[in-house]
């Protein structure tokens, strides 16, 4: 650290992130005051929060457009150096986990927002498409998901022999499938509705029921099912 690098020790103790969350709790932090904590020091001139205004700024003061950056990315804000850059995508992705574990804890697929709570953690920040199986027992609760394909921003190859084996081996009953679309449009494409024919034709030939396929955009989802078709 530059001797002229505004530690958060140096400051005002009004100001101090750290002795503010000790006093009033993490929650009378704000979002830049919580990443400021995290990266330790600004540069001359501009406090570590301040330094965190400016990045979150520039990304629509949002954790989850942040952390759909790169470290690259990161790197031209004028104070963010690599490990900088590393610290706070780890804070971005240990917030989407967070999230993710407490919707799994409330596993029961009764809806097709149910799927989309249960899925939105892991992709929504994903700039690429995956396609992922959830496969449910007799009450509809989850037994297990799987990623099935990773693919580049075109889509993502299937390949069905594949999704029965994980359905067949989980003894689920139904299943549901999920992709996202790193536009954030969810209109579903000629593929994607012929992806959804040919997996609810397979599934019902060995006594598997599709119960829905969900595409994910930008905090918005399109359910095959509510739309009639399946």
Request: aromatic fraction near 4%; proline fraction near 2%; charged fraction near 25%.
């Given at each position: 650290?530059?001797?002229?690098?505004?530690?958060?020790?140096?400051?005002?103790?009004?100001?101090?992130?750290?002795?503010?969350?000790?006093?009033?709790?993490?929650?009378?932090?704000?979002?830049?005051?919580?990443?400021?904590?995290?990266?330790?020091?600004?540069?001359?001139?501009?406090?570590?929060?301040?330094?965190?205004r400016q990045?979150?700024?520039?990304?629509?003061?949002?954790?989850?457009?942040?952390?759909?950056?790169?470290?690259?990315?990161?790197?031209?804000?004028?104070?963010?150096?690599?490990?900088?850059?590393?610290?706070?995508?780890?804070?971005?992705?240990?917030?989407?986990?967070?999230?993710?574990?407490?919707?799994?804890?409330?596993?029961?697929?009764?809806?097709?927002?149910?799927?989309?709570?249960?899925?939105?953690?892991?992709?929504?920040?994903?700039?690429?498409?995956?396609?992922?199986?959830?496969?449910?027992?007799?009450?509809?609760?989850?037994?297990?998901?799987?990623?099935?394909?990773?693919?580049?921003?075109?889509?993502?190859?299937?390949?069905?022999?594949?999704?029965?084996?994980?359905?067949?081996?989980?003894?689920?009953?139904?299943?549901?499938?999920?992709?996202?679309?790193?536009?954030g449009n969810?209109?579903?494409?000629?593929?994607?509705?012929?992806?959804?024919?040919?997996?609810?034709?397979?599934?019902?030939?060995?006594?598997?029921?599709?119960?829905?396929?969900?595409?994910?955009?930008?905090?918005?989802?399109?359910?095959?099912?509510?739309?009639?078709?399946?």
């Amino acid at each position: 650290m530059g001797e002229n690098a505004l530690s958060i020790k140096s400051w005002a103790k009004d100001d101090r992130p750290r002795e503010k969350l000790l006093m009033h709790g993490a929650d009378s932090l704000s979002n830049a005051e919580l990443l400021a904590i995290l990266i330790g020091s600004g540069v001359p001139g501009i406090s570590a929060v301040e330094l965190m205004r400016q990045v979150l700024s520039e990304h629509g003061d949002s954790l989850r457009v942040l952390g759909k950056t790169s470290v690259e990315k990161l790197q031209e804000f004028k104070g963010v150096g690599e490990a900088k850059a590393i610290k706070i995508l780890a804070a971005c992705k240990l917030a989407s986990r967070r999230m993710s574990e407490e919707v799994q804890e409330r596993s029961r697929m009764l809806s097709s927002e149910d799927m989309f709570r249960y899925f939105y953690p892991r992709m929504h920040d994903l700039t690429v498409e995956e396609c992922h199986l959830l496969m449910l027992d007799n009450s509809l609760s989850v037994i297990s998901s799987v990623m099935l394909s990773h693919g580049g921003i075109t889509g993502a190859s299937v390949d069905i022999r594949e999704l029965l084996r994980h359905a067949l081996l989980a003894q689920s009953t139904s299943v549901a499938l999920c992709h996202n679309h790193p536009s954030g449009n969810v209109s579903p494409s000629m593929d994607d509705c012929r992806l959804t024919e040919k997996v609810a034709r397979a599934c019902s030939a060995v006594g598997v029921r599709l119960l829905d396929h969900i595409i994910i955009g930008n905090g918005i989802y399109y359910s095959f099912s509510d739309n009639g078709k399946l």
